[in-house]
């Protein structure tokens, strides 16, 4: 078996996107652009990934896992130039799929289909093409009937040429020794002044190699990200991609176009989302849960026949047959054992709910641990920030808090204990025990006749 590795041409400025992030950085369905090419070209199990890099190569360069491979280019003197850098380190490799990485729409499939053409047909070069309605500012495939002939550039091509509407993609697969030998004999004598990889093709044309093509048929596949508009078009194609792939995997979107998921969110079967969700991060979703309407979870985990609906989540678990909201807010360290309730305008943080526990409304609990089946009234808060230390609250199984609570931390409340409403509780409570903190009521005749 031959042979492969990817080379990802990333050391671009991108200056179009007016931003001090590198362009290859900017995100898609939550995650790099550079990075859906990565994992594009590691589906295809293509055992070296090389990564050329030049402007913003510091920050892109933490953002990838040590299997990448770096080729720093130090000058950006064309396409060519940049797979100049990468021949010296394809030892053992022979043959190249060469990508961009700011395509991130490009797809394992056609990945697959392209190098098998390139492996069957023995060719010195593959590329891939595709057919745009308007093709303007992208190199043309230039063929004499079935035959490639060469790629010409927006800026070179002649005004017959223009006319053409089957593009270069950008993507090649490339035999490395015929390569190596093409890449010596280019010029950079064109209108950008560059070495331009395309030059190869009428290298190998002229010697009689064999050049392949392969036109996809989705054209998105073609789209490179220059500026903010481009980058939003890709995020619609991206989407409407993995929403597709959900409802096949039997998901329900009552309104997909209102519906947002990232990449990382993994669901299972027949779970219904409602409008206006958003799934990010590595969020994952058990079976016959109801997500939504207006809610936002970000790298949640959510059990099975669960229903959350207008809420904000952060790193929390959610168990089984829990009910969530409307209006609540799930902070980091949330841990949800199954059949909790939380109501409306209940924030939590940092803290374990026991099972069957009910947060019914308009409570904070943060840096708690709650037993079973407890019953916290609404307006309790735990006052676990002195504004130096934060402590901890304990509430043991079955206590019933109080409305309007106050548990000023570190404090225990004891199995089956009780707080009276209105109390602010600073000491322990044993179990089984009725605390209550307030002041006498007192009546004072005739107070408002007289105030007036």
Known sequence: MPHWAAVIMAAGKGTRMKSKLPKVMHLLAGKPMLQHVIDSVRSVQIPRTMVILGHGREQIETALDREVEIVVQEEQLGTGHAIMQAIPHCHEVDHIIVLSGDQPL??????????????SSQAAATILTASFANPFGLGRIIKEGDAFLRVVEEKDATAEERQIKEINTGTYCFNVAKLKEALNNITPKNAQGEYYLTDVFALFHAQGELIRTYCTEDVHEAL???SRAQ??????VIRQRILTYWMEEGVTLIDPPSTFIETGVVLNRDIIIQPFTILKGKTHIEEDAVIGPHTTLTDCTVGVGSEVSHTVGNQAIIGNRCTIGPFAYLRPGTILEDKVKVGDFVEIKNSRIGEGSKIPHLSYVGDSQVGKSVNIGAGTITCNYDGVNKSKTIIRDKAFIG???NLVAPVEIGEGAVTGAGSTIAKDVPAHTLAVERSTQRHIENWVRNKK
């Open 106 to 119: 490009i797809r394992p499939e056609t990945l697959e289909r392209l190098m098998e053409i390139h492996r």
């Open 403 to 405: 409305s309007n609570t």
């Open 224 to 226: 490179g990200i220059n």
């Open 231 to 236: 980058l939003a078009i890709a995020e619609d």
